[in-house]
């Protein structure tokens, strides 16, 4: 499960489309495998409002296709990971604060051996209610959770993955 900051990042800072296409063309080729997949949610807050090349590449119907998870949250769950991985008691700044995360952590919990969640949040464990991170509410809540390179490392990506395949 694929955390807005991971493809949002990639494209910005590391592996922007014009200078690494392979990884692009990779993630479709996860995507189709079944290997990687971004909830709707998270889908809905990549594209919202913004016109680049991250938008225009995953709102392709092929890449939607492939990219976004079809499955609708469980909101038992979603209200499970918001009580118990940030608080009980959050007010409406706090819940804007935190956005879709416990979408993303919820979608990971319901296969908690199957799923990982992949974001670039670094842990901070001494923060607490809307300023938890992701790999800390995951640990708590016993879903799995690494980062963009950790995901690369584990589905083995490499320029000449193409080559291979």
Known sequence: MLDANTLITSQ??????????????????????????????????????KDDPLTTWIKKPQIR???VLEEDADPHVVAYVTYNGYAPDLNENELAYIGRDPFLISYALVAPHERCVVSLEASKPSTK???RRV??????LGAQCCDVFGMMRALSFH??????V
């Open 12 to 49: 910005g800072v590391y592996y922007p489309q014009a200078m690494v296409p392979e990884l692009w063309s990779w993630l479709l080729h996860q995507g189709m495998a079944g290997r990687i997949k971004i909830p709707f949610e998270i889908f809905e807050e990549i594209i919202a409002g």
């Open 65 to 67: 296709k492939h990219i």
């Open 129 to 131: 209610r809307q300023n």
């Open 135 to 140: 790999p800390d509410v995951c640990k708590e």
């Open 159 to 164: 320029t000449g993955w193409q080559k291979a």
